[in-house]
């Protein structure tokens, strides 16, 4: 299975807002609205931020969304903060009932 | 309160079998799926496989055949065994919790435990 597309890199100066992409296929993405979404610090395990593509676990700030077009699924952070500089990976079930990560996204904030 | 601590050594030599234990606190390893993810030093996400105590368990293709996972209910564990390792094996290893009833995230994560690969 080929891991999801994401971009490398994003940035955005603080207060803005910045939408990190992850494309997959009908067979992951597209088939399925099992996305979820985690961000990831220097040396710390993943925290879930989004699953079912836009639903957000207690305790996630509310500047974090995510939504799904065809086979592309989309984290927005809004208001970006320092805080949120960090290591950003989309995940989705797959037709094979296997998980795949996405290929992950560095976010700057400027 | 949910807690996953890997545990297992931290060097593995080459052609060996590596294993890892994840015991789970807070929680009866019985009520969900869990899932072994890794990550090379500087790379992205790996998924290695979930399992589910009943025996229902799933692998990445890419490891299917050196992987298995296990749970023990009695306790609180799962397991991973990866056999004929090589230096491309060397990661953190991470357990989590698939805390979906139909569908797939993982909202649970040990802190995660380094495996090196080398002579």
């Known amino acids: 299975q080929s891991a999801l597309t994401q971009p490398a890199s994003v940035s955005g100066s603080p207060g803005q807002s910045i939408t990190i992409s992850c494309t997959g296929t009908?067979?992951?993405?597209?088939?399925?609205?099992?996305v979820s979404w985690y961000q990831q610090h220097p040396g710390k395990a993943p925290k879930l931020m989004i699953y079912?593509?836009?639903n957000r676990p207690s305790g996630v700030s509310n500047r974090f969304s995510g939504s799904k077009s065809g086979n592309t699924a989309s984290l927005t952070i809004s208001g970006l903060q320092a805080e949120d500089e960090a290591d950003y990976y989309c995940?989705?079930?797959?037709?094979?009932?296997?998980?795949?990560f996405g290929t992950g996204t560095k976010v700057t904030v400027l | 309160q949910v807690r996953l601590q890997e545990s297992g050594p931290g060097l593995v030599k080459p052609s060996e079998t590596l294993s890892l234990t994840c015991t789970v606190s807070?929680?009866?390893?019985?009520?969900?799926?869990w899932s072994w993810i890794r990550q090379p030093p500087g790379k992205g996400l790996d998924w290695v496989g979930y399992?589910?105590?009943?025996?229902?368990?799933n692998y990445n293709p890419s490891l299917k055949s050196r992987v298995t996972i296990s749970v023990d209910t009695s306790k609180n564990q799962l397991s991973l065994k990866l056999r004929s390792v090589t230096a491309a094996d060397t990661a953190v290893y991470y357990c989590?919790?698939?805390?979906?009833?139909?569908?797939?995230?993982?909202?649970?994560w040990g802190q995660g435990t380094l495996v090196t690969v080398s002579s």
């Open positions: 989590a919790r698939d805390g979906s009833t139909s569908g797939w995230f993982l909202d649970y």
């Open positions: 807070g929680v009866s390893i019985s009520s969900y799926y």
């Open positions: 399992i589910y105590y009943s025996g229902s368990i």
């Open positions: 009908s067979s992951d993405v597209g088939g399925y609205n099992y």
């Open positions: 079912d593509v836009s």
């Open positions: 995940s989705s079930y797959t037709s094979s009932y296997t998980g795949v």
